[in-house]
């Protein structure tokens, strides 16, 4: 029981600490381009590591979340709110995967 | 130019307004994290950690996938060092995304309002404010992540904290119970003053027995469809990240 909760008071260290350092320590803003531009392009590829390979396995077969993702695609393209595009691809793949488990 | 009461009330507005902004974008990662809170919750109280270090854990460690690899050892008996590395690993990640958000937001925010709105950056909070035109401020950043932690952190950190609820439910079933077999012995009594009070009480009673059956079927229902939620969970944070088309 000690154990764990040791064990516990350290992942909660170890968690915030990686976010807190940076925000910390650096309070102006880096001059130099060069990094400027690597954090920059940090969002797509978090984004991109984030969605890729799991949106394909995600679901129980690949079809549903083909389709999934396709509406997501398309709802995001023509610049829904997020909750909407959300919602609807998670319904349709949801539907699909009902379907597809059922034939 | 505006004088300096005009200006304290200008930026007091526009801090509610970038609050109430953050708020309304945290909603849909919110409605991502409602799976995943419910079944990281089973999945811990059926590894047998006790429901107060599962409430402990899901509040002091904000991210999803330290948290599940961190009760995976603890579950499976690690050893401190094993777990402490782990997560550490795990969550790395977390330096890169503070380190890019540290440029994006605006100058002049003081020391210990750093150190709180860096404690809710996860991977959606983090996208969600990377994608934001403007510079973010202290309370856009709070209003993101106070709904997430209440969502995530709290009130459904355990499945087995919503059990609780739903025995407190029936427990006060009970006690409305006995409230109406007294009502209706002693329609004059002075207990329950006044008509209203006994249908009041009816009312609360059959709500509360509505709700702590709908709570438990609920929950078989979570256990039963445990894999499915947690796809569902998949397809939400994916979605969720994705769709974000701005």
């Known amino acids: ?103 | 130019m505006l004088t300096k009461q005009e200006k304290v009330l200008h930026s007091k507005h526009s801090a509610l307004h970038d609050f109430i902004d953050g708020s309304k974008q945290s909603l849909p990662i919110a409605l991502g994290y409602f799976p995943v809170s419910f079944t990281f919750g089973l999945m811990a109280v059926k590894g047998g950690i006790p429901v107060w270090i599962v409430i402990l854990i899901s509040m002091t460690n904000l991210t999803s996938a330290g948290q599940f690899a961190g009760t995976n050892l603890i579950i499976a008996g690690a050893g401190l060092a094993e777990i402490t590395i782990t997560t550490f690993v795990i969550n790395i990640r977390y330096m890169l995304m503070s380190l890019s958000l540290s440029q994006k937001i605006v100058e002049g925010i003081p020391g210990y309002k750093r150190w709180i709105m860096s404690f809710g950056i996860t991977d959606e909070t983090f996208t969600v404010a990377a994608m934001q035109k403007k510079d973010i401020t202290f309370s856009y950043m709070t209003g993101l992540e106070v709904l997430l932690y209440r969502v995530g952190g709290r009130y459904c950190s355990g499945c087995y904290s919503v059990y609780h609820t739903a025995r407190i439910f029936t427990k006060f079933n009970g006690y409305c119970f006995i409230c109406n077999v007294y009502c209706a012995c002693n329609p004059g009594s002075k207990e329950i003053k006044s008509c209203s009070d006994c249908g009041r009480l009816c009312y609360i009673y059959k709500l509360s027995n509505k709700m702590g059956t709908c709570l438990f079927s609920c929950i078989r229902w979570m256990e039963n469809n445990y894999s499915h939620i947690y796809c569902m969970y998949n397809r939400c944070k994916a979605f969720s990240n994705g769709g974000y088309g701005k």
């Open chain 1, 1 to 103: 029981m000690n154990n764990t909760l040791i064990a516990v008071l350290l992942m909660a260290l170890v968690t915030y600490f990686p976010r807190v350092l940076p925000m910390a320590v650096i309070k102006n803003k880096i001059k130099s381009r060069f990094i400027t531009a690597f954090l920059g392009y940090v969002p797509y590829a978090v984004l991109g590591a984030m969605i890729f390979p799991d949106i394909l396995t995600s679901t129980g077969h690949l079809l549903s979340a083909l389709i999934g993702l396709g509406i997501a695609v398309i709802l995001a393209y023509f610049e829904k709110s997020l909750l909407k595009v959300a919602v609807c691809a998670i319904a349709v793949a949801y539907i699909c995967e009902m379907i597809i488990s059922r034939v």
